[in-house]
């Protein structure tokens, strides 16, 4: 079956504009939750959504949002970019917000903040 | 609250040598483990898991992973490693208190020499 798809894979954008990243998760899956990879910090936990539902949310500003539409792909926004928001965004799709099954990654999107 | 702490920042190791990659985590309530690997370019796989039952575990590909509660780790192993195992290895818990979020820890990159 299809993988999780996230797109684009590699974005450029100027400090102070917007950007929206998307997902697609495998069929069935209706948790997705979103990360925030850098060298220095790791991998950081952005939001699950689960049918539609935010479950759970990071320490991150509220400049970072999400959304889970019906078809369950989702979508994360993040508004008056900074250059410290230039980062790789991984989409992990789960069962169960990756407790039981653990998760399944998109292959993430390379955001550069110039 | 959940951590995570990785040991080894980069692990070099020689082509059919031994390696052990060490995991310690924290937490209040019974976890959920995980070892990913990421690989260049790409998100993370889930490598292998500890839910419950016999303590080690292990994945398709010869690695083997240790739950010890008492000393809270989660070591992953291989006797042999391949220049193909040359990636990035994150640890992972989650647990029932978390909210539907897995922690990572910083990663450990294992390089593996001819």
């Known amino acids: 079956k299809a993988g999780v798809t996230q797109t684009p894979r590699y974005l450029i954008k100027t400090r102070g504009q917007q950007v929206t990243l998307s997902c697609s998760p495998i069929s069935g899956h209706r948790s997705v939750s979103w990360y925030q990879q850098t060298p220095g910090q790791g991998l950081q936990f952005l939001f699950e959504y689960f049918s539609e539902t935010q479950r759970n949310k990071g320490n991150f500003p509220g400049r970072f949002s999400g959304r889970q539409f019906s078809n369950s792909r989702s979508e994360m926004n993040v508004s008056t970019l900074e250059l410290g928001d230039s980062a790789l965004y991984l989409c992990?799709?789960?069962?169960?917000?990756?407790?039981?099954?653990?998760?399944?990654f998109g292959s993430g999107t390379r955001l550069t903040v110039v | 609250a959940q951590s995570v702490t990785q040991l080894d920042s980069q692990v070099p190791v020689f082509e059919e040598a031994p390696v052990e990659l060490r995991c310690n985590y924290s937490?209040?309530?019974?976890?959920?483990l995980f070892w990913y690997v990421q690989y260049p370019n790409q998100g993370l796989q889930l490598l292998l898991k500890y839910l419950s039952g016999s303590t080690l575990v292990e994945s398709i590909n010869g690695f083997e992973a240790e739950f010890n509660k008492s000393q809270t780790s989660f070591h992953l192993r291989k006797p042999s490693v391949h220049i193909s195992d040359t990636a990035e290895y994150f640890c992972a818990v989650s647990d029932l208190g978390g909210g539907f979020k897995t922690i990572f820890g910083a990663g450990t990159r294992l390089f593996v020499k001819a």
């Open positions: 992990a799709s789960s069962l169960d917000g990756g407790m039981n099954y653990g998760y399944t």
């Open positions: 937490s209040s309530v019974s976890v959920y």
